[in-house]
């Protein structure tokens, strides 16, 4: 990564939690400036990324003007493993009303 100081390429998320869109992102280690490409996960609008570089890196949609930011990928696991957890927790207690239903507890 000697030539860049940023390197990214990954999905983005529409507003239903979908994965329909892309970003790739290329900061040159003597730059400032971003450049890359999109798709857009609202209207499948494709482009070219050239912007200056700033963290937390948000850019607008050049056709439907919907704001993608690409989060830090810390914080974006940390929500993943969040969601799943509630996931988990929410089927054990529909289990445990399950089982309560059929011993005839509830």
């Given amino acids: 990564m000697g030539n860049f100081k940023y390197i990214t390429n990954r999905p ?3 507003k239903s939690g979908a994965e329909k869109g892309r970003i790739q992102v290329l900061v040159r280690a003597n730059s400032d400036r971003a450049e890359g490409k999109y798709t857009c996960p609202e209207c499948l609008n494709q482009a ?3 912007q200056e570089w700033l963290k937390p890196f948000i850019l607008v949609c050049g056709k439907c003007n919907a704001k993608l930011k690409i989060p830090k990928l810390k ?6 493993k969040n969601a799943e957890k509630k996931i988990l927790e929410a089927e054990a207690e529909r289990k445990a009303k399950e089982a309560a239903a059929r011993e005839g507890l509830v």
């Fill in 75 to 80: 914080d974006e696991a940390k929500k993943e």
């Fill in 48 to 50: 070219n990324i050239d």
């Fill in 12 to 14: 983005l998320k529409d």
